[in-house]
């Protein structure tokens, strides 16, 4: 979310809420209303979708009984990134809703640093995901014999690294002023808010954009070139299928991210307090950043046959695990209700004692 991925991450936030606080027009109000059901979409479309891809991955992990597989542990790392960039969603949710922010100078630094961090490192992510395709497509022996897919979880911890620098500054500081509310504040100004933007573009998102289109463009390019030789005819399909999948993320991770860093750009020394026209932009394109956490399970896990598959063999487990409890629960309520047919045998005829003997 660029809003929490910038040095205006507070400022837009409230400048979209706050700013219409004394206004009292319908543009605001319904901007307090709208925004509320999208994010809780948006919210609970992510959490979905995430607790599902971490079901099928370790579903199949325990199917197979053996360790993750090397794009498997990255897409766990993904989802993990993302759920917790969702978590984030409610607090700036409710600073629209509210017209403030209320949850205090702690939070505000809290919530910013873990905005910038989780979606840095969701995009690492994704470039080290393209990286890893490509190398298991046109360098295959290559990493079978380096191992690549066992180091791939010292891989996750260390993008991680990156990630925290570029939002160190966010709590450091970040702070919570007063006008005539609390409000979570841009932390910088002038040239060192300059210089902020551009490392949050170039690092968390130009660069990891460019290595996202280079590894797929070289993966497409090595297909092509395997089918045109003769070498795998029925790579054609594979191939038409990686082309349509790579542009689209391409374009998805563009359209998502693109925006709200142009955003940024434009509002370097702008004060938008009271541009009403800045507001609706702002909404719009948080909306956009945010809905990143959504599409990726979708783009990258739920366009796979392979995970379709095992999403069906889960839904199939759960079913007969359901149903098998429901035959159980309606077994015990049918014997405990029967009334038992009488058999004499086990009548007891033996006499009784008398008394005193």
């Known amino acids: ?96 809703a509210l017209g403030s922010w209320p949850f205090g100078s702690f939070l505000c630094k809290v919530v910013s640093f873990l905005g910038v961090a989780c979606s840095s490192a969701s995009v690492f992510t994704l470039a080290a995901l393209a990286v890893t395709r490509y190398l298991t497509v046109v360098h295959p022996a290559w990493s079978f014999r380096s191992r690549m897919h066992s180091r791939l979880k010292l891989t996750v911890a260390l993008l991680w690294v990156p990630a925290v620098a570029l939002a160190a500054p966010q709590f450091a500081f970040r702070t919570v002023a007063v006008s005539s509310a609390l409000h979570c504040f841009a932390f910088l100004g002038g040239l060192s808010q300059l210089v902020y933007s551009t490392a949050l573009f170039l690092f968390a998102f130009a660069i990891p954009l460019g290595v996202i289109v280079m590894m797929y463009a070289k993966i497409y390019c090595f297909l092509r070139q395997m089918r045109l030789l003769g070498c795998a005819p029925q790579l054609e399909r594979y191939q038409s299928q990686v082309t349509h999948t790579s542009a689209l993320l391409v374009l998805v991770f563009t359209l998502c991210w693109l925006p709200s860093y142009g955003l940024m750009f434009s509002l370097l020394g702008v004060n938008i307090s009271g541009v009403s026209s800045y507001r609706s932009i702002a909404i719009f394109i948080r909306l956009l950043a945010s809905s990143a956490a959504v599409v990726n399970p979708v783009l990258y896990v739920f366009m796979s046959n392979k995970f379709r598959r095992d999403l069906m063999d889960l839904g199939r487990e759960r079913w007969e695990g359901c149903r098998g409890c429901i035959a ?10 029967m009334v038992q047919p009488f058999n004499p045998v086990e009548l007891d005829t033996s006499p009784l004692p008398l008394p005193g003997f």
């Open 1 to 96: 979310m660029l809003l929490m991925n910038s040095s205006y991450g507070g400022s837009l936030c409230n400048s979209s809420s706050g700013g219409g606080q004394g206004n009292g027009t319908d543009g605001t109000e319904m901007t307090k209303l709208l925004v509320p059901m999208l994010d809780g979409l948006i919210l609970v479309t992510g959490l979905a979708g995430h607790c599902l891809v971490i079901s099928i991955l370790a579903g199949r992990r325990r199917r197979g009984g053996k360790p993750p597989h090397g794009t498997d542990t990255l897409l766990l790392a993904l989802s993990a990134a993302d759920l917790l960039l969702l978590l984030c969603l409610p607090f700036h949710t409710a600073a629209i």
């Open 328 to 337: 159980g629960c309606t077994g015990a309520f049918r014997s405990r209700d």
